[in-house]
């Protein structure tokens, strides 16, 4: 018997006109959480679909415990005990918490193939029980938290007797607190002996975690070492192929006059008694629980939902805003959370998504000009330097960074004085978030006020000029930068009520 | 944004110049169209002697012309990922009240058009603000309620009569020429020519894909989607308006169940034209060319005495393979 579980050697995947993955190794053991590092684009996610059956390789052997295997669909992958749980949930809001996890693997009566509604929503009592939870199986999917959507999908890896399961960025939408509580039931599984692929962009994941980091770079394998053999710096260089000396470039910008001002905002069920002001250069963090009411609130200053009470001022004009088009028409531009859904064209070009809200800029009374607009199309992505051949590469083939740059790119085709930025570095790898970082402080220096909603610690203290903390709808705390600490806001975001929403 | 040693990538320039690829050019949905319609005159010639003749492939449009006037707004509402099936209803409520108006209310033909062209836009309006004001509901559910109610209406105002006796002037419209060319093909031509600048060429237009692409994007882009929505399907109840000019001065009269199953016939003209209902494909070239197909299809097999019924299955079968080839062409290059 092998040592190892799983072992990949000389994984090579190649798409027309890409290599998604050249010469690749890993090794698994039993009973090890695994961390798997890489920038977007590193083949991460080729990587995962080949051990999942999902591709075939071009070249390399696949040993399942000593054994050469291959797949050639999902289906075989599962039946050996492999399973993936995806960044993204994918499951039928509508339908039952046991009807979730068994979905494609229902258990029948062997004769009558009658479904055993009975058998099932036992086991999968048991198995939440086992995995420390009490949601109800019967339960209806769609009520449940993202966090314990979550614990749904790794119920359901159990339950096709997974030995070997694959966590694509699990906590990527997930606060602290829901985090340590998959922390806490991924170790549990690894003490029955399941191994555990952990793919995630955060640090403090691999850390608490992971007891063997495997890194890989555009597609090549860089090396793998035990978490405690290298420091952090060391696996920046490993991801990124160059030292990254300073994450955050906090820049000296002058802050200027007041710009927008909020008062008294209010939206019942929401939040309530928000007010602050912000001045010109000066980036204001956001930061919070997730569902603190703090994009709910950006959402009403950008016209998606209205509020009901108190009043927005923007260069001492009183604002009525009802759509976000009078929203960048005044002065005030949001980059939302989701870039893909809300943010992006994904079926456009670069150029036209980034043209999209400024038509009327190039444009004569209604007629386009294509000439002018692919010309500032191509100055604004490389203003913000989008990485493409062309204005015209389509939204959805670029990295999570690169998508995001064109959704800022986006603001710049209006005349702002406000810009909103929601979650900017959510899901971008590290190399493209610290781009995101530049263009960001250099946007305050251009004079734009900046609010910018955070759930990273490190990043809201890196880069704002005072932070807002909001608990409940309502901002709790306003720190200036030489109160900044970790401790600090999380007492703020946190503060006495006891804790609710504890997931499971 | 000057360069700096840790910006991590080069700085890079971006080409602004559209890519052009032959294989692109030629793999277009409008060339096989164009094929087919080719196929469709050439397969008329050989059956019928009195098919190929320019005179005769220009009068032949006079007689399948007037329900494409809605095809172009339903194109746009199939590229915002919409659809309205109240438009042959809609042509039915106002010819009858263009009807009613003239021979019942003594008022002038002009009037009587005007009110015509006023109602079909009505009817459009109400669809658009019931299906931005009810966005949980389908456009299916709601034009349908629509489609079921504007035919009622038609019926109580006319009950189950016809109503004709127009002014000879009024029969312009369906039979009369302009310098030889019949009155119906000039507007048809201005029509499509002036459609197809506004989905090509506008900002409105670019409007209509985005919506048709991505509606939470485009909202957030600051795109006003309800008021695109809306002034769309009034577009539509106006077309259908125009339809139903033509089409009650061609037959000489209304009557209630007039220009029923229109809806189903537009839209599949709109479909064989490349306009695809999962929104934001299609253009507008391609519904001209399948309006053409679908015409002269119906024209050629009249004359050599297929029934109409052949028709049915005809144009379903062209439909489906309007709607299976792209699919099919897509697997084959993925590989």
């Known amino acids: ?504 | 944004m000057a360069q700096k040693n840790i910006q991590p990538y080069m700085q890079r320039t971006l080409s602004a110049d559209r890519p052009f690829s032959t294989r692109q050019f030629f793999f277009q949905w409008e060339w096989l169209l164009a094929a087919i319609l080719i196929g469709v005159i050439a397969l008329n010639t050989s059956l019928s002697p009195y098919f190929l003749n320019i005179n005769s492939l220009r009068d032949a449009t006079m007689v399948f012309l007037d329900k494409a006037f809605i095809v172009f707004p339903m194109a746009f509402i199939m590229i915002m990922r919409d659809i309205d099936i109240s438009v042959g209803s809609t042509v039915a409520l106002s010819s009858v009240v263009m009807a009613t108006v003239y021979n019942s209310l003594g008022a002038s033909m002009e009037m009587a058009v005007v009110t015509c062209l006023l109602v079909g836009a009505i009817c459009g309006l109400v669809n658009g603000l019931l299906i931005v004001k009810f966005k949980e509901l389908s456009a299916v559910i709601i034009t349908l309620a629509t489609m079921i109610l504007y035919r009622g209406i038609a019926y109580i105002i006319l009950e189950d009569q016809a109503s004709g006796n127009f002014p000879e002037w009024f029969g312009f419209f369906g039979w009369g020429y302009i310098y030889g060319i019949p009155f119906i093909l000039i507007l048809f031509v201005i029509v499509a020519f002036l459609f197809g600048l506004l989905l090509h060429k506008t900002t409105f237009g670019r409007h209509i894909y985005a919506i048709g692409h991505n509606d939470v994007a485009s909202k957030f882009s600051g795109v006003n989607v309800d008021r695109v929505k809306v002034i769309v399907f009034t577009l539509a109840g106006l077309m259908s308006a125009v339809t139903a000019v033509f089409l009650a001065s061609r037959m000489g009269s209304t009557r209630p169940n007039i220009a029923s199953m229109y809806e189903l016939d537009v839209i599949a003209m709109a479909a064989l034209g490349g306009i695809s209902t999962a929104g934001g494909k299609g253009r507008l070239i391609g519904t001209v060319i399948a309006i053409l197909i679908v015409g002269y299809l119906q024209y050629g097999l009249g004359l050599i005495n297929i029934p109409s019924q052949t028709l049915l299955i005809v144009v379903g079968a062209l439909l489906l393979f309007a709607v299976i080839v792209p699919k099919l062409n897509l697997s084959r290059f993925k590989k």
């Not at chain 1, 850390?207 to 978490?227: E, H, K, M, P």
């Not at chain 1, 939206?267 to 250069?281: H, V």
Request: hydrophobic share 40%.
């Open chain 1, 1 to 504: 018997m092998s040592e190892y579980v799983l072992e990949l050697k000389g994984i090579t995947k190649r798409f027309p006109g890409v290599t998604a993955l050249n010469n690749v190794h890993f090794k698994l053991k039993k009973g090890e959480i695994h961390a798997l590092m890489g920038e977007n684009g590193a083949g991460k996610s080729t990587f995962i679909k080949v051990i999942t059956g999902v591709h075939s390789p071009n070249e390399g052997e696949i040993f399942l415990d000593g054994k050469p295997v291959t797949f050639t669909n999902p289906i075989e992958a599962q039946d050996v005990g492999i399973a993936a749980i995806y960044q993204h949930v994918t499951n039928y809001p509508d339908l039952s918490v046991t009807e979730n996890i068994f979905i494609g693997h229902e258990k029948v009566h062997p004769k009558t193939k009658r479904l055993l509604w009975r058998e099932m929503y036992q086991e999968a009592k048991s198995i939440l029980a086992q995995l420390g939870s009490s949601i109800d199986p019967k339960r209806e999917m769609g009520t449940l938290s993202v966090a314990q959507q979550q614990i749904i999908e790794i119920a359901k890896a159990i339950s096709t007797n997974a030995r070997i399961i694959i966590m694509d960025e699990p906590t990527a939408a997930l606060t602290a607190r829901e985090s340590e509580e998959l922390y806490r039931i991924a170790e549990g599984l690894r003490d029955q002996g399941t191994s555990i692929i952990f793919i995630s962009h955060r640090f403090e994941d691999m850390y608490r975690l992971a007891s063997q980091v495997t890194v890989f770079r555009d597609a090549n394998y860089i090396g793998s070492w035990g978490v405690n053999e290298i420091t952090n710096d060391q696996l920046i260089v490993a991801m990124v192929g160059r030292e990254i000396t300073q994450v955050f470039p906090h820049k000296k910008h002058p802050i200027g006059e007041e710009v927008l001002r909020v008062e008294r905002l209010g939206k019942t069920g929401y939040f309530a008694d928000i007010s602050f002001s912000l001045r010109r250069g000066e980036i204001l963090g956001l930061t919070g629980l997730v569902g603190a009411g703090r994009t709910e609130m950006c959402e009403t200053l950008f016209g998606i939902t209205n509020y009901d009470t108190g009043s927005v001022y923007l260069k001492e004009e009183k604002l009525q805003i009802r759509h976000p088009k009078d929203a960048m028409k005044k002065g005030i531009g949001y980059l939302s959370e989701d870039r893909q859904k809300q943010g992006l064209i994904l079926q456009w070009g670069i150029g036209r998504n980034i043209t999209l809200p400024a038509l009327e800029r190039f444009s004569k009374r209604g007629w386009l000009n294509e000439r002018n607009e692919g010309q500032l199309a191509k100055q604004l992505a490389e203003k913000v330097h989008v990485k493409a051949k062309s204005v015209f590469d389509l939204a959805s083939s670029l990295s999570g960074g690169n998508q995001q740059k064109v959704a800022v790119a986006k603001l710049l085709t209006a005349d702002l004085d406000v810009i909103i930025l929601d979650e900017p570095t959510k899901g971008v790898d590290i190399g493209a978030k610290s781009a995101i970082y530049e263009i960001i402080q250099d946007l305050a220096a251009q004079g734009y006020g900046i609010i910018m909603v955070s759930s990273e610690m490190p990043e809201v203290i890196g880069m704002s000029d005072r932070i807002a903390v909001m608990k409940e709808g309502r901002i709790t705390k306003m720190l200036e930068r030489d109160e900044f600490s970790q401790e600090a806001i999380l007492a703020a975001a946190m503060s006495e009520t006891p804790d609710k929403t504890k997931a499971g």
